[in-house]
């Protein structure tokens, strides 16, 4: 299967900072991405530089096999849903639509009456009196409509109710059943993530700490604990993504590709959120090694 | 029709919710032979969910022969579980009532409803198994 981004060595420096690094990924296509990562890890720089908004300072991305925002045939292909979902205040909920059919070489004008309809959004009303749940899904109706292959999203969700956002995601979910539509979206709520997602990407401090198939990926973790011991002495193959120690017991969340077979530890499954924690928290790892010689 | 839902602090994977949703309706005479399932895209928009999760979920109840996808239609039930039995779930649920009721009488709280149950299930197992 293609690649919906494709990136090597990918950065972007704003005048002497760095807001991402040596991003090389690749993911297929038909994917729900979840991306996460703390507040200005560079999700939404990742996402800019996908839809063409941004270009890299270094190396090299390809969306759909071409250059972000290289001409409208590469923009009529990607639908882009920026944080808070921007819309026009002035402007009505028809002019929207008008805007986006205008825009919109491929757009589906059925598919955004039945939205509409289904939304039950009043056409006259002005963009800028509508409510966050309202505003998000009037966006959400214009990226959809236009029929793009690939939809990155950022954070589309964090400012609404849980009702909302219940409702977004299940808007969102058909148009993937339907439209076999990619869909890359960075958020905070794991919870959400869990439901939606079957790819994550992990990024931390400018880099991306893991990426792949939310299956493999839990299936290749797992969380040991047992008597205190030192993780260095762990075989090799088997990598420490965090740690942690009381005066008797060591708890290690682990990335290994067979099974674990030392009896020492009790063995347990990982979610989703433990394995976002441990990546997120990776950098105590050092600490708690310190941590541990010192007290030795 | 069936319909799914998702118990997200279980720590079951989805599809495999799903799996055993339809395990249980087809158990319990909820779904028979020639019934459909809720269509992916519903499903999917239902619960808000991935509609990969509840492709993998109907294509492992394909392998296991309860079920078969008709292109373009959607996924119909082929096989069943509950068999002749079906006729006895009635007295036996009424059985269960009286007993439930007991319990509570005597005092018993739904933890240890289920406690007892559960003890008691696993003991006869091992028995039937000696």
Known sequence: ?296 | MIEFHLDGRSGVAPYLQLIHQVRQALRLGLLAEGDQLPKVKDVAAGLAINPNTVLKAYRELEYEGLAAARPGVGTFVTGTLAGASLAAHGPLRHDLQRWLAKARRAGLDDESIEALFVSTFRAAGEEGAA
């Open chain 1, 1 to 296: 299967m293609t690649a919906v981004i494709e990136s090597e060595g990918l950065g972007k420096r704003y005048r002497r900072l760095w807001a991402l690094t040596e991003c090389t990924l690749s993911v297929p296509a038909g994917r729900v991405v979840g991306l996460v990562g703390p507040n200005g890890a560079g999700k939404t720089t990742l996402l800019s530089l996908a839809s063409g908004m941004l270009a890299p300072t270094t190396g090299t991305i390809e969306v759909l096999g071409g250059r972000p925002g290289a001409g409208p045939g590469q923009l009529a292909r990607v639908g882009y849903l920026a944080q808070n979902a921007p819309v026009y205040a002035e402007l009505s909920v028809s002019d929207h639509l008008k805007l986006g059919a205008r825009l919109n070489p491929g757009w589906d004008a059925a598919l955004a009456a039945d939205r509409m309809k289904h939304l039950d959004l009043d056409p006259g009303r002005k963009a800028g009196t509508l409510s966050g749940g309202q505003r998000a899904q009037l966006a959400l109706t214009l990226a959809v409509a236009k029929r793009p292959e690939l939809l990155l999203l950022d954070e589309p969700v964090a400012s609404l109710d849980p009702l909302a956002r219940r409702e977004f995601l299940q808007d969102l979910m058909e148009a993937v059943a339907e439209q076999q539509v990619s869909v890359v979206l960075s958020s905070h709520l794991i919870s959400d993530l869990e439901r939606v997602c079957d790819y994550l990407i992990v990024l931390v401090g400018s880099r991306v700490r893991v990426a792949g198939p939310v299956e493999e990926l839990l299936a290749s973790h797992h969380l040991l604990s047992g008597p205190r011991r030192d993780p260095a002495t762990l075989p090799a193959g088997q990598q420490v993504i965090s740690a942690s120690h009381t005066d008797v017991q060591t708890t290690l969340l682990v990335r290994t590709a067979g099974p674990v077979l030392d009896p020492a530890w009790t063995v347990s499954g990982v979610t989703m959120e433990d394995l976002v924690l441990a990546y997120m928290s990776q950098a105590g790892l050092g600490r708690g090694r310190r941590h541990l010689e010192a007290q030795r």
